[in-house]
């Protein structure tokens, strides 16, 4: 609740006496006091992130609801001699949240124990530390101090040829340590927070060179400092100083607004009063002209590949996707919440919801995180057309387990990955204080996302010629839904090191072996269920195929297409020898720049033509969903995604036991599996949503006979 100007003021002259009377050490201890109260009233809008540097600390203030890119680069007031980073949280909240902007709080070293130029050094290395993580625009704000303390970086950065920020929000600025102006004598008596003995203190204790340019930048050459607001107050002892600097500013050449306040002390503005929102206002209003405008949130169409999955979805099936990671220890959720709030604004066309457009859907990043649910008895329950809108992915927790769901509009299986990768990082730096680097999939969660990060790679990709559509039909497989759309999922944890080796014996990489013994299980199990030879179907497994190791492409989006081999049992049974040597061989031919470009050329080329493009949305559905039926999941019997092994960032490894992927089942076809190694394990999950079992006792038995030790694992119900 926002605090009265009556309220504040009267505290505030009970607590004057005590600046002139007590020790720097309990003056301290009451300004970080204030800050937390300060920061404690909108710790629900931000989240709050240190980042320490070796001689001083820091912190970044995210707001939840962000709606400005920048950053803001905020200096605390105190004399110089007081506010640690308790005290500069307090107002850096505020403004996070009422201005929807990251705000990065350097608490830089303090007087008599770091005298001048001491605060100007610290303020430069946060600067430095901005610009090296590409934030180019800045925005200075401070009081008191550390509105004193903008001005003289400005002087500094000049000095240095670095870039200066876009402007400077000056709160009572304090620019002059030699006290000369008139206020500090004609509102002795009107200013509630501050004395004129405790601010020669202050002075004393930062610096005795007092006309330093960059201890008073009120004597600076101002030539060049980027636009300002200041705020002042007509009954503050530092209402001097604010005139004298708007003046010299404009006479510098430099933009320049001041704005004064009837009534109000030293500083008022940080108590974000209730009877001043306006200046908040303003505030907004600067950072709109100097910075970047407040944005909406962000939208995005629908990729190439994505577009399909809105137009098949049905009253029973929507084509999500699981990746998860076992910790070693139980999940903390209130940590795991504001790691969730953090990463997030990093994926936004990851954390997004479905939008109905006239002629196409799109994505809309959401407003704030979703929350955190817990699990069902079975993985990839049904995600409603209601819970895509308002936000197409899940974060699941159970025990020490954090699994993330997703639409497969919004990205495939590496994308999904990065985003698991990037949570589990921030997550393990809060909850353990550990440094977890930006690399092997875990992006920079305070970075912007970049624009390749977000585009739709497959028009750029496209290849001049399309390649044909036309395919065999496979066998379809079949069995007793299960009514209540429970997911039976059966793991085969495998040791990666054995795997490799019986792989190597055939001559194939550890996928292609994988597609083999299940297609040799798939065989095997037609052949059980049709006895006559010349009846049976092609049996074959679609392999997707990850195309940013084909394309220089950096898209979080979808960006896979597919290999479909085919055994054809009606010509005779296939040894598994034959198995593998087809295999290898379709994706030798296919799994190449060339020809996947044409299949790209395939899909772009319908959705260019102009009648497509003006087709009202109901009508695209209905085609589409046409073509799914007739060409999409009929020309296999399932899916063999494998991700490969995953890598984590060093350090990162020792807290995550580890990690699995799960693919939904088809539309119209009962299985799929997922699969990934983690460690010297590789987890093979094999999903259905019929009762019999037989695919799974197939694929065993075949590992088994090949002498792989098998470990199953499943979430069998009791009937």
Not at 358 to 386: C, D, G, N, T
Not at 519 to 534: C, E, S
């Amino acid at each position: 609740m926002p605090l009265s100007a009556k309220t504040v003021r009267g505290q505030l002259g009970l607590m004057q006496p005590l600046l002139n009377n007590c020790s720097l050490k309990t003056l301290r201890r009451g300004q970080n006091k204030l800050g937390e109260l300060m920061e404690a009233r909108h710790r629900r809008q931000c989240t709050v992130k240190e980042h320490s540097f070796d001689r001083f600390s820091g912190a970044w203030v995210m707001p939840k609801d962000k709606r400005r890119d920048g950053v803001i680069l905020y200096l605390h007031g105190g004399g110089y001699t007081c506010g640690g980073l308790e005290y500069a949280l307090g107002f850096g909240s505020a403004l996070a949240a009422e201005c929807g902007t990251r705000v990065f709080c350097a608490a830089y070293r303090l007087a008599p124990e770091a005298p001048f130029p001491a605060a100007v050094e610290d303020a430069v290395e946060a600067y430095r530390y901005l610009l090296d993580k590409g934030y180019s625009h800045i925005t200075l704000c401070g009081e008191s101090a550390g509105g004193g303390l903008c001005y003289a970086l400005c002087v500094r950065l000049r000095e240095l040829g670095l870039a200066m920020p876009k402007g400077i929000i000056a709160i009572s600025p304090w620019v002059d340590l030699t006290l000369s102006g008139g206020s500090y004598t004609q509102n002795q008596k009107s200013d509630p927070s501050l004395t004129l003995q405790a601010l020669k203190f202050f002075s004393d204790c930062y610096t005795s060179e007092k006309n330093d340019p960059l201890a008073s930048p009120l004597f600076a050459e101002l030539t060049g400092i980027p636009p300002s607001l200041i705020f002042t107050a007509a009954e503050e002892l530092l209402r001097s100083d604010a005139h004298a600097l708007h003046e010299k500013l404009r006479q510098a050449g430099c933009a320049s607004r001041l704005m004064e306040k009837a009534e109000r002390w030293h500083a008022y503005v940080v108590y974000t009063l209730a009877e001043d929102k306006k200046d908040l206002e303003t505030i907004n209003q600067f950072l709109s002209r100097v910075m970047l405008p407040e944005r909406k949130q962000r939208w995005m169409r629908l990729d190439n590949a994505a577009k399909i999955y809105p137009a098949a979805r049905s009253q029973n099936w929507s084509n999500i996707f699981r990746v998860s990671a076992t910790l070693k220890e139980p999940v903390d959720t209130a940590v795991l919440r504001s790691a969730l709030d953090v990463t997030v604004r990093r994926f936004p066309s990851i954390a997004a919801r479905l939008r109905r457009g006239v002629f196409w859907y799109y994505l809309e990043q959401i407003k704030a995180a979703p929350p955190i649910a817990q699990e069902y008895s079975y993985p990839l329950s049904r995600m409603s057309a209601e819970e895509i809108r308002r936000c197409a992915f899940r974060v699941i927790v159970y025990e020490n387990r954090i699994a993330i769901e997703l639409f497969h509009s919004l990205t495939d299986g590496n994308g999904a990955l990065v985003f698991l990768k990037t949570l589990l990082a921030e997550y393990l730096q809060q909850r353990c204080g550990v440094r977890i680097p930006a690399e092997n999939g875990v992006l920079g969660r305070l970075e912007e996302p970049s624009e390749e990060e977000l585009e739709d790679s497959f028009p750029k990709y496209a290849g001049p010629v399309s390649a044909s559509r036309k395919e065999n039909t496979a066998w379809h497989l079949s069995g007793t839904t299960e009514t209540d759309g429970f997911n039976h999922l059966t793991c085969f944890r495998l040791p990666v090191a054995a795997v490799l080796e019986k792989a190597h014996e055939y001559g194939v990489s550890l996928t292609v072996f994988l597609t083999a013994a299940m297609m040799q299980a798939l065989q095997d199990m037609q052949r059980q269920q049709v006895p006559r030879q010349n009846r049976r179907k092609p049996i074959k497994v679609l392999i997707p195929v990850n195309l940013r190791n084909l394309f220089p492409s950096r898209t979080l989006r979808n960006f896979a297409l597919y290999v479909t081999p085919e055994i054809q049992p009606e010509l005779g049974e296939y040894s598994f020898s034959e198995i593998c040597s087809v295999i290898r061989h379709r994706l030798g031919v296919e799994n190449t720049a060339k020809q996947m470009s044409m299949k790209i050329a395939t899909n772009v080329s319908s959705e260019r033509i102009f009648a497509v493009k003006l087709m009202p949305l109901f009508l695209k559905n209905i085609v589409m969903k046409a073509v799914f039926r007739a060409v999409g999941e009929k020309k296999s019997c399932l899916s063999l995604s494998n991700l490969g092994a995953v890598k984590l960032p060093e350090g990162m490894e020792d807290y995550i036991e580890r990690m699995d992927f799960i693919l939904g089942v088809q539309a119209t076809a009962p299985y799929n599996c997922g699969v990934l190694s983690f460690g010297d394990t590789l987890y093979v999950n094999v999903i259905r949503n019929i009762r019999e079992s037989e695919l799974e006792a197939n694929l065993h038995r075949v590992l088994r006979d090949m002498g792989i030790p098998v470990q199953v694992e499943s979430n069998s119900r009791e009937e």
